[in-house]
């Protein structure tokens, strides 16, 4: 099971938008709508975001959103402030033979 | 509050065994899914294991198959993973994983532990 595609980084100054693409395939993100995406900041364990493409785990601001078309889920963030500077990796559902795969993971800069 | 708490990591040489713990606390542990999951050393996250609620599925990544088994004792609250020989790529901080639901294999996962490093080296 190969890795979930995403941007090695991505960037943007306070107060605007970026998002994130996570390309897989019909036998993943196109085939099952259990996409979730995390964050990760430096030396410390990933938080959920997004699970099940869009839906947002209590506490998490609404300036997380997710989507999904086809074969390539979206994370954008809205809004950005400097603590949402971190990695963020896409996971999906592959089936039962090898249920689950992440996303090779983007590097956000908050310029 | 929630709280996973790895341990049993370590140093092994390749070929060797290690088995993971992780105590559960803050939440009814008997009632959700619980995963595993690694990351190398500076590199990028991996899945590698589920257990439902109730220890009756398993599921793992290809690479572990046959090496490695999940397991689970919910008197104890504690989440286990036996490894078994082991490689050099198995090197990786090794994370427990709360799932929003009790079955199923998809991660959903709400909560993590620290973590707990694996090193395989001679």
């Known amino acids: 099971q190969s890795a979930l595609t995403q941007p090695p980084s991505a960037s943007g100054s306070p107060g605007q938008s970026v998002t994130i693409s996570c390309t897989g395939t019909?036998?993943?993100?196109?085939?099952?709508?259990?996409v979730s995406w995390y964050q990760q900041h430096p030396g410390k364990a990933p938080k959920l975001i997004i699970y099940?493409?869009?839906k947002r785990p209590s506490g998490v601001p609404d300036r997380f959103s997710g989507s999904k078309s086809g074969n390539t889920a979206s994370l954008t963030v809205s809004g950005l402030q400097a603590e949402d500077e971190a990695d963020y990796y896409c996971?999906?559902?592959?089936?039962?033979?090898?249920?689950?795969?992440f996303g090779t993971g983007t590097k956000v800069t908050v310029l | 509050q929630v709280q996973l708490v790895e341990s049993g990591g370590g140093v092994v040489q390749p070929g060797g065994s290690l088995r993971l713990s992780c105590a559960a606390s803050?939440?009814?542990?008997?009632?959700?899914?619980m995963h595993w999951a690694r990351q190398a050393p500076d590199k990028g996250l991996e899945w590698v294991a589920v257990i439902s609620y109730d220890g009756s599925n398993t599921y793992y990544t290809d690479s572990v198959k046959g090496r490695f088994t999940i397991s689970r004792d919910n008197s104890k609250n504690t989440l286990y993973l036996q490894m078994n020989s082991l490689r050099a790529e198995d090197t990786a901080v090794y994370y427990c994983?709360?799932?929003?639901?009790?079955?199923?294999?998809?991660?959903?996962?709400?909560?993590w532990g620290q973590g707990t490093l694996v090193t395989v080296s001679s």
């Open positions: 019909s036998s993943d993100v196109g085939g099952y709508n259990y």
């Open positions: 994983v709360k799932d929003l639901g009790r079955s199923g294999s998809y991660l959903r996962g709400d909560y």
């Open positions: 099940e493409v869009t």
């Open positions: 803050g939440f009814t542990f008997s009632s959700y899914s």
């Open positions: 996971s999906s559902y592959a089936g039962s033979n090898n249920p689950n795969v």
